[in-house]
């Protein structure tokens, strides 16, 4: 594996990747989820590129940016079995008088994008800029962060951009509890509590699975049951069109349950996608 810090050096290496050539971008603090992403990518592609960045533009002013959990030579040693790790420094990908954005409209408006104003332009601007420098022709996303996901496949249609998008399953602790960098930031009391994610979205599925379909009333029961929990304060619950991430008033269509709730002082997110038979 090559460990690459400048824009130009990967763009010397990238001629010499085996197509096609899949990609996984990530901010680093490795977790199961992360290496599943990296595993589907080599899986599906004789080459692999995974980037380590600590995204600056998509958090706000009160966030976590400066906190956020970092440990790169342990990333670097869970990540031995790539062709490259691009670690880029700030200064390199957003050098000085960096003015350029790119704002998908719309489906950022909502859900996470209504809480964290900004956020995605951050998140679709760096993404273009590290698709630009590496050219994939797959990258591989994570469904619990399902929005991101959503909007990236937005931009890449939208601009034409020749790569595919491939959105791999979230990855759950054994009582449910999604994978997350941030989950680190939890307590022992607070770790239990996390898990009333999960439940509310288990109780959603169960209440579409007996065949409720009126989402006010699924909205209503799941809000109750994050309202048992006491250290758990809900930013949103969601069930929306998997596609457009409208709310919606019934489910008869393909439909995205989920939900931000803060645990103590860490804000979480989880989802589950309602469709099929299932």
Known sequence: MQVVETISEMRNLRPQLTEPVGFVPTMGYFHEGHLSLVRQAKKENPSV?????????????????????????????????????????????????????????????????????????????????????????????GQKDVQQAVVIKKMVSDLNMNLEIIVVPTVRESDGLAMSSRNIYLDAEERQAAIVLFKALSLA????????????????????????????????????????LEELNVIDRPALASLAVTIGKTRLIDNIILKGGK
């Open 205 to 244: 599925r169960h209440l579409w699975q007996s065949g409720e379909k009126d989402t006010d009333k699924i909205r209503h029961q799941m809000t109750s049951l994050i309202q048992k929990e006491p250290l758990a304060r809900i930013d949103y619950v969601s069930i929306a069109d998997a596609n457009t």
């Open 49 to 141: 590129v995974v980037s380590i960045f600590v995204n600056p533009t998509q958090f706000g002013p009160s966030e976590d940016f400066r906190d956020y959990p970092r440990d790169l030579r342990r990333d670097l040693e869970l990540l031995q079995n790539v062709d490259i790790a691009f670690v880029p420094s700030e200064e390199e990908m957003y050098p000085s008088g960096f003015n350029s954005w790119i704002d998908v409209e719309r489906i950022t408006q909502r859900l996470e994008g209504a809480s964290r104003p900004g956020h995605f332009r951050g998140v679709t601007t760096i993404c273009a800029k590290l698709f630009n420098i590496i050219q994939p022709t797959r990258a591989y996303f």
